[in-house]
């Protein structure tokens, strides 16, 4: 149906960006792959619209440089790099149709008014809404706003898509229906795609790799599964998804103490003599009837979440509550209620090692 967009592969070395005296972003380095899409996720102010806007040119990085494709693209202004962006508020003429919204990007690079015809139907039909053309955008939807934004920017095929939180306006239904529009479109015109979001949930099911930033740095860079599997942080293993924390001593070898308990670990130990933060998902630690597993609790409350029950296990032995998610027919055969005591068992290779 449509011309495939080439995408175009983006370095980014080296890059800094001081605010007066304040640092927002400490040497960022990364490559996107031409076709990826990549999320950054990261809490409130940790830097990612500030990055998104040093691609853009719309913000000069201190230091550091940008490749897009073989191209040298530090110091361009925006309207010589070749990407196109939408924003967290749509963004939209609010005096132009859905058509004229579309073809904007198209009549400022001179293109033949009978090609502009062609390429805002191909879009509109992209988008799925033909019907709705000549409305303005006060009389479309949130989602339908944000979709024909995302025409708009696609229209002169750029080598680059920026999306910088553009789900997060709207409500949780058509957020999940656009997410995965965005993603076939995406795909289908194999656009190089940058999504800011503070959505973990929204990056893990969307990104090709995500880049986890906290306070100006990148933590970590993986796709979804090593993101959640493999956190290389504290701060990725507590950002992304449910985790336990243990606090613990190192012993010898493979081996730490928590409280009086000696405790066998897979992973590698982190370096140095200090404490060690073991870390556990829920869905992790297996729970058996009394008298069966490595520790002994008790269960002080239990939260049905549909598909798996959130239950919270206090330690006997450790001053310490797990968090354990556990599917309801194993609950039903444990017999799980609040104030019964149960066994807890965490395998050692689930376990998470960090510097305290
Ligand atoms: N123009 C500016 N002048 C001074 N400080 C700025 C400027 N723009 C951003 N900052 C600061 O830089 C940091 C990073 O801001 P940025 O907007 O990139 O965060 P963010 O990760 O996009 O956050 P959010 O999720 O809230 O959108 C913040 O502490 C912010 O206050
Ligand atoms: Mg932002």
Redesign the pocket.
């Known amino acids: 149906m449509t011309q495939q967009t080439q995408g175009s592969r983006l370095e980014i070395h080296g890059v800094h960006k001081n605010?007066?005296d304040?640092s927002?972003l400490r040497d960022i380095n990364l490559t996107i792959e031409p076709g990826e899409l990549v999320c950054f996720l990261?809490?409130?102010?940790?830097?990612?619209?500030?990055?998104l806007r040093i691609i853009a040119g719309l913000e000069q990085q201190s230091a550091g440089q940008l490749l897009q494709g073989n191209d040298d693209i530090s110091l361009k202004p925006p309207k010589d790099r070749d990407f196109g962006i939408v924003f967290q508020s749509y963004a939209l003429f609010p005096n132009m149709t859905v058509t004229a919204n579309i073809a904007y990007g198209l009549h400022s690079v001179g293109t033949p008014k009978a090609r502009i015809r062609e390429r805002v139907a191909e879009l509109l039909e992209m988008i799925g809404l033909a019907e709705h053309a000549r409305k303005y955008p006060a009389q479309l939807s949130g989602g339908q706003q944000q979709r024909v934004a995302l025409a708009r920017a696609l229209a002169p095929s750029p080598g680059l898509l920026l999306l910088d939180?553009p789900l997060s306006a709207l409500d949780a239904k058509v957020r999940h229906h656009l997410r995965s529009e965005i993603r076939s479109l995406q795909k289908q015109l194999g656009v190089t795609t940058i999504m800011?979001t503070?959505d973990q949930e929204e990056a893990l099911a969307m990104a090709d790799r995500v880049v986890v930033?906290n306070n100006?740095v990148i933590e970590q860079v993986g796709t979804p599964l090593e993101i959640y599997q493999q956190p290389q942080s504290a701060f990725v293993a507590e950002f992304i998804g449910a985790m336990n924390f243990i606090d613990s001593a190192p012993l010898n070898g493979q081996r730490v103490m928590v409280g009086n308990r000696a405790v066998d670990v897979v992973r590698p130990l982190p370096e140095g003599k200090g404490g060690v933060r073991l870390a556990i998902r829920p869905e992790d630690v297996h729970l058996l009837p009394s008298g069966d597993g490595d520790w002994e609790g008790r269960v002080e409350a239990m939260d049905y979440l549909g598909a798996f029950i959130r239950t919270q296990v206090r330690l006997t032995d450790v001053a310490l509550d797990l968090v354990v998610d556990v599917d309801p027919r194993s609950a039903r055969q444990l017999e799980l209620a609040v104030g019964n005591r149960i066994c807890l068992h965490l395998p050692s290779d689930a376990l998470h090692c960090f510097a305290a």
Do not use: D, I, R, Y
């Not at 102010?45 to 990055?51: D, E, F, I």
């Open positions: 605010f007066g304040f927002a990261g809490p409130s102010g940790c830097g990612k619209t500030t990055l939180e800011v503070h930033m100006g």
